[in-house]
């Protein structure tokens, strides 16, 4: 059995000295497929991707990436292997234009971005129409936008969503799951953490159900959607 592309392998750790949060936590995700990290409130959600993207000490455990173990690498050295992650809050620059925030998302680069800039533009028109505009005049699911077209700046091959649908309306839900979707079949891999679990399952290739930081329930999205403990549990019957 070949790796997975990415893959969070049995990490336990926390936050600076503080306890541990995650708890032998496996998370992994082959290319171009979406993983979803689902679970109750404070069950380390956040952290797992967190700590798969190097912003916290895992006193056991290893992060790999095709392969290739980069543990101990910082966040910003894993951005060069390739992989980018947008925050669930503060993850635009508001009071520059949608064009500017696109065009810091590649500051790592030194080609040409407007073709990368038009991809994002095709994914998302409406950041077309409103290129112009400060980031922070707009709609939340309009912004959130922005934050994912920034991360597709840097050509990434593993794209990292914290609640990328948090306080966005369910029609805008749909149209970003929509869209994530597109990236994924362009080969980019997707890991999320989604409150949204119902709707995330739906669109997702592999989820994790994580309760206390450790993994609960693993599964294909459809067989965590038909597991009567999850749906009873987790997805409100």
């Given at each position: 059995m070949t790796e997975p592309f990415l893959i969070g392998d049995r990490?336990?750790?926390?936050?600076?000295?503080g306890a541990d949060i995650l708890h032998?936590?496996?998370i992994a995700v082959d290319k171009g497929k979406i993983a979803v990290i689902?679970?109750?409130?404070?069950?380390?959600?956040?952290?797992?991707m967190k700590a798969v993207f190097g912003m916290l000490n895992l006193r056991s455990g290893a992060v790999r990436i095709e392969g290739e173990d980069i543990t101990a690498l910082s966040p910003q050295d894993r951005v060069?292997?390739?992989?980018?992650?947008?925050?669930?809050?503060?993850n635009i620059f508001p009071s520059m234009t949608v064009e500017e925030n696109l065009e810091m998302g590649a500051f790592l680069?030194?080609?040409?971005?407007?073709?990368?800039?038009?991809?994002?533009y095709d994914l998302f028109p409406i950041l077309r129409d409103k290129r112009r505009q400060n980031a922070g005049e707009l709609s939340g699911g309009q912004r959130q936008q922005v934050a994912v077209g920034r991360a597709l700046m840097t050509q990434p091959k593993v794209?990292?969503?914290?609640?990328?649908?948090?306080?966005?309306s369910p029609i805008?839900?749909?149209?970003l799951f929509d869209r994530i979707i597109e990236v994924a079949r362009a080969g980019i891999t997707i890991l999320m953490v989604e409150q949204n679990a119902k709707q995330a399952l739906d669109i997702a290739d592999i989820g994790y159900v994580l309760v206390q930081g450790a993994n609960a329930h693993t599964g294909s999205g459809e067989e965590l959607l038909q597991d009567p403990e999850v749906r009873r549990t987790f997805l409100g019957g």
């Amino acid at each position: 059995m070949t790796e997975p592309f990415l893959i969070g392998d049995r990490m336990t750790g926390g936050y600076g000295k503080g306890a541990d949060i995650l708890h032998d936590c496996t998370i992994a995700v082959d290319k171009g497929k979406i993983a979803v990290i689902v679970g109750p409130n404070g069950a380390g959600k956040s952290t797992a991707m967190k700590a798969v993207f190097g912003m916290l000490n895992l006193r056991s455990g290893a992060v790999r990436i095709e392969g290739e173990d980069i543990t101990a690498l910082s966040p910003q050295d894993r951005v060069a292997k390739g992989m980018a992650f947008v925050p669930q809050t503060s993850n635009i620059f508001p009071s520059m234009t949608v064009e500017e925030n696109l065009e810091m998302g590649a500051f790592l680069r030194r080609d040409d971005i407007r073709k990368t800039i038009e991809q994002v533009y095709d994914l998302f028109p409406i950041l077309r129409d409103k290129r112009r505009q400060n980031a922070g005049e707009l709609s939340g699911g309009q912004r959130q936008q922005v934050a994912v077209g920034r991360a597709l700046m840097t050509q990434p091959k593993v794209l990292m969503l914290d609640e990328p649908t948090a306080g966005v309306s369910p029609i805008v839900m749909d149209e970003l799951f929509d869209r994530i979707i597109e990236v994924a079949r362009a080969g980019i891999t997707i890991l999320m953490v989604e409150q949204n679990a119902k709707q995330a399952l739906d669109i997702a290739d592999i989820g994790y159900v994580l309760v206390q930081g450790a993994n609960a329930h693993t599964g294909s999205g459809e067989e965590l959607l038909q597991d009567p403990e999850v749906r009873r549990t987790f997805l409100g019957g």
